[in-house]
């Protein structure tokens, strides 16, 4: 018997005809790839779309028995090649788990399945005045699930944290099928080592993430406060957006296009949607900022100070319609850049008073390879994306090299390879660079504890087949 006749068996009589296991060769060719564009080579063997803990953990056992790689999966919305099936593999898809089982308004905390959908949660969470705080560029087709394995950032880390600060409990199912739980459900709790932590951002190495229980915040009273700012240079943009964090203003979101990004957008969108609002706007940056809670109005008027001062045009919103005008800017980002061509979407981060040095790498990092790098930051805690505009059906080589180059500029700066897409495939080459060699060597043993036979979503992060 092999590992699909075992996995038939144990799965039961109806799990082909339920599509919980399939062999479909579109299905299993759609599984290669994510968001990043990455594809892995050769083919998985099947997909498994789990609907329950059970499914899961006969997978792993099934895995486990016949010594075959696993590879978690979500929406598939990843940027980093983490959760692509690579040849022979098992792809467990958990995003049919995805049900919200609980709502506690009076604990701030909602416990959900994997495969829940940001929005979806939001949407559900809203009569009770509260929100999940992380919200990555998908949030309308990303799960829960996918945000934890890779411990998902978004506009409003600055404020709210990442993906980890919203995560109190899980529910894991470990190479062998074991079922583990983790953390609590209470706001403090210091018992034993921190495994839910360590089982965020994992990116399916350690487990399986079948269940989460997850902080929520309040939705801050009043209307949000817009202000957008058109900046002559990137580098006093970025001086600025750190005076603003320097000030102790505490933005729920600020966000700094360059000028490339800025003049794709302007192209996209109609250079007269810039011009009418902030004047000429050739070769100038862009800084969005927005404050929400009590005290926004206050904040947002020190803060088109602050931009004034650094030779801002700053428009304030003066109302909520004008604020999702200034939004729609930087949401045309991605949009912009595809519609010329495929993309390659980066993520660096480095300190925040370090920005502008980062934006200058990025331009000597452009002029030396003749590649234009259109980038985009979450200015409010020093993440940025640099992105390659390409054609055809892979990355150029020189497109890598330019990558390699930042990321090396972003760790010499005191920064790191990535502030919230994740190791995945794309930059396992880089890891030890970072991390060092004890650092590294520890990681790798630390997986070898979970993951004895090296089945757990095999050659990502750490490298190897």
Not at 181 to 203: I, M, N, P, W
Not at 216 to 233: F, K, N, R, W, Y
Not at 326 to 342: K, V
Request: glycine share 12%.
């Amino acid at each position: 018997m092999d590992v699909l006749d075992w996995l038939a068996t144990a799965l039961g009589e109806d799990a082909a005809a339920a599509g919980v296991l399939t062999t479909d060769p579109a299905l299993l060719d759609a599984a290669r790839t994510d968001r990043s564009g990455w594809v892995a080579a050769g083919t998985p063997r099947a997909i498994v779309t789990a609907r329950s803990v059970e499914h899961v953990q006969v997978t792993l056992r099934a895995a486990s028995e016949f010594r075959v790689p696993v590879v978690p999966r979500g929406a598939g919305t990843g940027l980093a090649g983490g959760a692509n099936g690579t040849d022979g593999s098992i792809v467990l898809d958990v995003s049919a788990m995805n049900r919200i089982l609980e709502i506690s308004a009076e604990d701030q905390l909602a416990v959900v399945e994997p495969g829940v959908i940001n929005s979806d949660l939001n949407a559900a969470l809203e009569p009770s005045g509260l929100f999940f705080a992380p919200d990555p560029a998908s949030r309308a087709i990303s799960t829960v699930g996918g945000n934890i394995a890779t411990n998902a950032g978004g506009l409003l880390c600055a404020k709210y944290g990442v993906t980890r600060e919203a995560v109190l409990a899980l529910d894991v199912v470990l190479a062998d099928g074991r079922l583990l739980r983790t953390g609590h459900r209470t706001v403090k709790g210091v018992t034993g080592y921190d495994l839910t932590a360590l089982f965020v951002g994992s990116e399916g190495t350690l487990g399986v993430i079948v269940g989460a229980t997850v902080r929520l915040q309040p939705i801050p009273s009043g209307e949000p406060v817009t202000l957008g700012a058109i900046v002559p240079d990137v580098g006093a943009a970025a001086q600025a957006a750190a005076r603003i964090t320097a000030a102790r203003l505490c933005p729920a979101v600020m966000e700094l296009l360059d000028a490339p990004a800025l003049e794709r957008i302007s192209a996209y969108l109609g250079r007269e949607t810039i011009e009418q609002a902030f004047g000429a706007s050739g070769g100038a940056s862009y800084l969005l900022v927005q404050f929400d809670g009590p005290t926004a109005d206050t904040d947002a008027r020190a803060a088109a100070e602050l931009l004034r001062e650094a030779g801002g045009t700053v428009r304030v919103a003066a109302d909520a319609e004008e604020g999702e005008r200034l939004l729609a800017l930087r949401r045309a980002f991605h949009p912009a850049l595809e519609s010329g061509g495929e993309v390659l979407i980066e993520d660096v981060a480095v300190p925040r008073s370090r920005m502008p040095e980062m934006f200058a790498a990025i331009e000597r990092i452009s002029e030396r390879y003749g590649i234009l790098i259109p980038t985009v930051a979450h200015a409010g805690d020093g993440n940025l994306h640099p992105n390659f505009v390409y054609t055809g059906d892979r990355v150029p080589d020189a497109v890598w090299d330019a990558a390699g180059d930042l990321f090396r500029a972003a760790i010499e700066l005191g920064g790191t390879l990535t502030g919230e897409h994740g190791v995945g495939m794309l930059k396992r080459r880089w890891l030890a660079e970072e991390l060092g060699p004890d650092s590294y060597e520890l990681q790798v043993k630390l997986k070898s504890v979970f993951d004895p036979l090296g089945i757990l979503n095999p050659g990502k992060v750490f490298g190897g087949p």
